[in-house]
């Protein structure tokens, strides 16, 4: 059976800075029509990046659509035709100073296939050395180094609540516990 759904009608609600969103009319599979509304994004990148200590690096940073402050790896948006992992390693240089080598993408994730059509790139990396942070002006960050093990118990017992940083965390560990990655 095909489960395809052909768009009809596409309006455009919001066209903003970071996103757009828009409402389709689609003919269902069985003929039917419905309606989707959809969020478009330009993707994302995440960056796990571990230390010769084998810690990870973290930021903090407060999230507004969440009124919280979150633990999460270094991550942004990606520049629309831009190579995810040169924006990652972008991201990694500008948030936590960190260069990194080795680096392995760690595959994508659909974060909210339901509505949204954003797309997020995870990639291991080992951390070189250090230098200067660059953030954006409206971002305030601090940044921590947690071990992996810790990292690993954080995201099973609900204290790292960020998708991309808990996919990106057990795909690292399990690297590392099948010998695909070695630790220092």
């Known amino acids: 059976m095909d489960l ?6 596409k ?13 389709d009319t689609v003919e269902l599979p069985n003929g039917k029509k419905s309606t989707r509304e959809i969020v478009s994004h330009p993707g994302g990148v995440c960056i796990c990046a571990l230390t010769n200590n084998n810690e990870l690096l973290f930021v903090r940073q407060f999230r507004y659509a969440f009124k919280d402050t979150l633990l999460e790896l270094p991550a942004g948006t990606l520049i629309p035709g831009n190579d995810p992992l040169s924006e990652g390693i972008r991201e990694l240089k500008e948030e936590t ?6 680096y392995m993408s760690l595959g994508k994730i659909y974060p909210s296939p339901g509505y949204c059509e954003e797309i997020i790139y995870l990639y291991f990396c080992r951390v070189k ?3 200067k942070t660059n953030f954006d002006e409206d971002e305030f960050i601090t940044i921590e180094k947690i071990p992996i093990e810790k ?3 954080m995201v099973l017992n609900g204290e790292i609540s960020d998708a991309k940083s808990q996919v990106a965390i057990l795909k690292t560990y399990f690297l590392i516990k099948n010998n695909k990655i070695s630790l220092n």
């Open 129 to 131: 050395e250090f230098g």
């Open 4 to 9: 395809s759904e052909k768009i009809l009608e």
């Open 11 to 23: 309006k455009d609600v919001l066209n903003g800075r970071i996103l757009n969103v828009h409402v």
């Open 97 to 102: 100073g960190a260069i990194g080598y080795d």
């Open 151 to 153: 990292a690993l118990s």
